[in-house]
């Protein structure tokens, strides 16, 4: 059986994606933005957090699969789906799900970065420090969580659980 605590209520979630989706709007006021959202991870979350930005803008998908496991993310990404939008000239704003040893996200920004858009931030649900091992800048954070393995609201172990509208810790993960 699976034991799992929660962690993020749904109302918890709702309020605080509502909170990013304002302050995003807030910020580029009136300035067309591309949200970039990483597969799979981030799926429930870009589709909630674009309905609160109010702000003319597109969306767009990368899904990378990095060597290594859930226990160690090596950082070595490559794309299984690239982005289909021309970026050049534009804000782009990274939405992941969780940042973890940050390997991942900071690769992802440099590959981002370099098709020179006009500017480039990060965005992510959950700021998870515990593992950190390069320092990124995370513009926008919904939730900072000292330790363990989250799942649902798109977050998976072994691609279970995503589809819980709550946030759990899973306890068993093995
Ligand atoms: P990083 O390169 O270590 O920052 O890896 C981040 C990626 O690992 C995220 O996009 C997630 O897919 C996955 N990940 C890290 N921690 C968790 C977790 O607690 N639950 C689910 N996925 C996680
Ligand atoms: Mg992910």
């Known amino acids: 059986m699976v034991d799992k605590k929660i962690v993020f209520s749904k109302g918890e979630i709702q309020k605080r994606v509502k909170t990013l989706g304002e302050k995003i709007s807030k910020d580029y006021a009136g300035q067309p933005l591309i949200l970039i959202g990483i597969l799979n ?36 990404i490559s794309f299984t789906k690239d982005i289909e939008l021309d970026i050049t000239n534009k804000n782009v704003l990274l939405v992941e799900d969780i940042v973890d040893t940050g390997r991942t996200i900071s690769h992802l920004k440099e590959i981002i970065a370099a098709r020179q858009p006009r ?56």
């Open 41 to 76: 991870g981030a799926f429930i979350f870009m589709a909630d957090l674009v309905r609160q930005v109010n702000l003319p803008v597109e969306i767009d998908f990368v899904r990378v699969s990095s060597y290594g496991n859930h226990a160690h993310s090596s950082g070595v």
């Open 119 to 174: 500017s480039i931030k990060i965005c992510t649900l959950i700021d998870k420090k515990e593992r950190r091992e390069i320092e990124v800048e995370i513009d926008y954070q919904g939730f900072a969580v000292d330790h363990g393995f989250l799942v649902g609201y798109g977050l998976d172990y072994a691609e279970q659980h995503r589809h819980y509208p709550e946030i759990y810790h899973l306890l068993n993960p093995e």
